[in-house]
C-alpha cells in the first residue's frame, strides 16, 4: 500500500490518499479518488514516506480520458447551476453572496458555497434547486471558517489538525490565512 499527498475539491483541500493499485503516481498525475464528500478528481502532489495517521481518502485509478470527458461535462453542469442559484438568489430578494459551486465527479454532490449567513429562505431555494437537479445539493457557508478555523489553536499541534489539513473544519495548513467552509448541511 502507498500513501501519497493530493489536492482536491474546489477549495483546495489537501489530505493523504492511500493506494493499493501498486502503480506509482508522480507529482501532477491526475486521479479520481474516494473521500467522505464522494467520488472526486484529485491532483497527486508527493508520495508519502510514513503510513499517515489520518487518511482522506483511497486513490481508485488514474485519470483517464473518459474522466476528462465527465469533468468536462460536470463543469458545463456547475456552471449552469451557479447561474440557476444566482438568478433565484436575485428574484427572492436574498442577500447572500453565492461564491461558487461545485459539482463532484461521481455526478451526485453538488456543493454551494456561500459567504454569510444561512437561513431559511436559503435552505428552502437550495431544497427546490435539488428538486430540479435532481441531486444530492449540500451547502457550506464559510465567512466564520475564514476569521477562526474550527476552533481555538486550529491550524496547530494543540487542535484536531493534521500537518496537511485540519480534520474538523478542511482546512488545509494554518487556519487563520485560508479561505475554508465549514460543515456540510442538507
Known amino acids: 500500500m502507498s500513501y501519497y499527498f493530493a489536492r482536491y475539491g474546489t477549495q483546495g483541500h489537501v489530505g493523504v490518499f492511500e493506494s493499493r493499485l501498486g502503480v506509482a503516481f508522480q507529482h ?7 473521500t467522505e464528500r464522494g467520488t472526486e478528481a484529485a491532483l497527486v502532489l508527493n508520495q508519502v514516506e510514513n503510513e499517515a495517521a489520518e487518511v482522506a481518502g483511497t486513490i481508485l485509478r488514474p485519470f483517464t480520458h473518459n474522466d476528462e470527458l465527465l469533468a468536462e ?5 456547475q456552471g449552469r447551476a451557479f447561474a440557476s442559484c444566482s438568478q ?6 436574498i442577500d447572500v453572496p453565492l461564491i461558487d ?12 458555497y456561500f459567504l ?4 431559511s429562505s ?7 434547486l435539488a428538486d430540479c437537479y435532481g441531486k ?10 475564514l476569521a477562526s478555523g474550527c476552533g481555538p489553536n486550529c491550524g496547530t499541534g494543540e487542535s484536531k489538525c493534521s500537518t496537511g489539513a485540519c480534520s474538523s473544519c478542511g482546512i488545509s495548513g494554518k487556519c487563520s490565512t485560508s479561505a475554508a467552509s465549514g460543515p456540510a448541511m442538507h
Open 28 to 34: 501532477g498525475a491526475k486521479v479520481v479518488c474516494h
Open 73 to 77: 461535462r460536470l463543469q458545463r453542469y
Open 88 to 93: 433565484v438568489l436575485r428574484d427572492r430578494g
Open 101 to 112: 459551486v461545485e459539482q463532484l465527479h461521481d455526478g451526485e454532490n453538488l456543493f454551494f
Open 116 to 119: 454569510g449567513e444561512v437561513d
Open 122 to 128: 436559503l435552505e428552502t431555494v437550495l431544497e427546490e
Open 136 to 145: 444530492k445539493i449540500r451547502f457550506r457557508q464559510f465567512a466564520e471558517k
